[in-house]
Nanobody, 122 residues
Framework: VQLQASGGGLVQPGGSLRLSCAAYGSIASVNNMGWYRQAPGKQRELVASITSGGSTNYADSVKGRFTIPRDNAKNTVYLQMRRLEPEDTAVYYC?????????????????WGQGTLVTVSS
């Protein structure tokens, strides 16, 4: 199972960017999915998460600016970022709990995608 993230880049303050993260492999289902970020010199923090049923949770710093839709048919989660600020500059990581069939038994494992850099600067 792999999580493949994409969509990072350089954007001006006030701009928008959309990140994508798809889960690939022998997956029975994908449960919670989320995005974390880590800025230079800071700890990794939760940005947003979404359950398989669509319930969402956001960090206070991004409420009203970011949304986290998902496409269950594609095992994909997105992070739609609007009104970006320089403080949003960080490496963004996707995370997912995937139910994986193993010798007839379903186990749930937690996976991380590779980071994608978002730089907000003029």
């Amino acid at each position: 199972v792999q999580l493949q993230a994409s969509g990072g880049g350089l954007v001006q303050p006030g701009g928008s960017l959309r990140l994508s993260c798809a889960a690939y492999g022998s997956i029975a289902s994908v449960n919670n999915m989320g995005w974390y970020r880590q800025a230079p010199g800071k700890q990794r923090e939760l940005v947003a998460s979404i359950t398989s049923g669509g319930s969402t949770n956001y960090a206070d710093s991004v409420k009203g600016r970011f949304t986290i839709p998902r496409d269950n048919a594609k095992n994909t989660v997105y992070l739609q970022m609007r009104r970006l600020e320089p403080e949003d500059t960080a490496v963004y990581y996707c995370n997912a709990d995937c139910a994986v069939p193993t010798r007839g038994v379903i186990y749930v494992y937690n996976y991380w995608g590779q980071g994608t850099l978002v730089t907000v600067s003029s």
